[in-house]
């Protein structure tokens, strides 16, 4: 028994453990956009925030999403099956909305309020973590879902601007009454 179990446990060693994955949202590709357009936001090139402040001083920029129930969905090519911790970094900024996140169709976390600093026209970053989520090998998707606003919003051509998505392999729970 003792021989089975250290078999066992070098071979689930050698096996090859999911890697963390991180995507910079400027280089998401954007599988559907049901209100308003995406483009890369050049935010420290175009004066809207400091140098260093997010990474490459660019997003992914979702904008005139004024309609609630507007829909933007990202490509998520997953290469290993498994449970994965899901973090977002945004950013803030006055005429940004609130949104679901959604993976796979399934809702991640609570709904994300981007709207931030209505006296300057700045932007600023921040992070989120959505839980821990199952995704398949290949390509998922990670819509956001426009739910509402803040109501000190700017204006309603609510957008949002994603600088980056990361996933985290989870360790495995165990199987009730395996051992």
Same mark, same amino acid.
């Given at each position: 028994?003792?021989?089975?179990l250290?078999?066992?446990?070098? %071979?689930?060693?050698?096996?090859?453990?999911?890697?963390?994955?991180?995507?910079?949202?400027e280089e998401?590709?954007v599988?559907?956009?049901?209100s308003?357009e995406?483009?890369?936001?050049?935010m420290?090139?175009?004066g809207?925030?400091?140098? #260093?402040?997010?990474?490459?001083?660019?997003?992914?920029?979702? *904008?005139?999403a004024?309609?609630?129930?507007?829909?933007?969905?990202?490509?998520?090519p997953?290469?290993?099956?498994?449970?994965?911790?899901?973090? %977002?970094g945004?950013?803030?900024?006055?005429?940004f909305?609130?949104f679901?996140?959604?993976?796979? #169709?399934?809702?991640a976390?609570?709904?994300?309020d981007?709207?931030? *600093?209505?006296?300057?026209?700045?932007?600023?970053?921040?992070?989120?973590?959505?839980?821990?989520?199952?995704?398949?090998?290949?390509?998922?998707?990670?819509?956001?879902?426009? %739910?509402?606003?803040?109501p000190?919003?700017?204006?309603?051509? *609510?957008g949002?601007?994603?600088?980056?998505?990361?996933?985290?392999?989870?360790?495995?729970?165990?199987?009730?009454?395996?051992?």
């Amino acid at each position: 028994p003792i021989r089975v179990l250290l078999v066992a446990a070098c %071979v689930f060693a050698a096996l090859p453990a999911a890697a963390e994955e991180k995507w910079e949202g400027e280089e998401l590709r954007v599988i559907r956009c049901t209100s308003g357009e995406t483009t890369v936001w050049k935010m420290e090139e175009e004066g809207f925030a400091e140098p #260093g402040l997010f990474s490459g001083g660019t997003s992914l920029y979702w *904008h005139d999403a004024a309609e609630v129930g507007a829909v933007l969905e990202l490509a998520l090519p997953v290469e290993k099956a498994g449970r994965y911790a899901l973090s %977002v970094g945004l950013a803030r900024y006055r005429t940004f909305g609130r949104f679901q996140f959604l993976v796979n #169709g399934k809702k991640a976390g609570d709904p994300v309020d981007m709207y931030g *600093h209505p006296e300057v026209d700045a932007a600023s970053p921040f992070s989120v973590t959505l839980g821990t989520v199952p995704l398949a090998a290949g390509e998922n998707v990670l819509a956001l879902r426009l %739910v509402g606003t803040n109501p000190n919003t700017v204006m309603p051509n *609510h957008g949002a601007g994603i600088d980056w998505i990361r996933l985290t392999p989870t360790p495995a729970s165990p199987r009730p009454g395996k051992n």
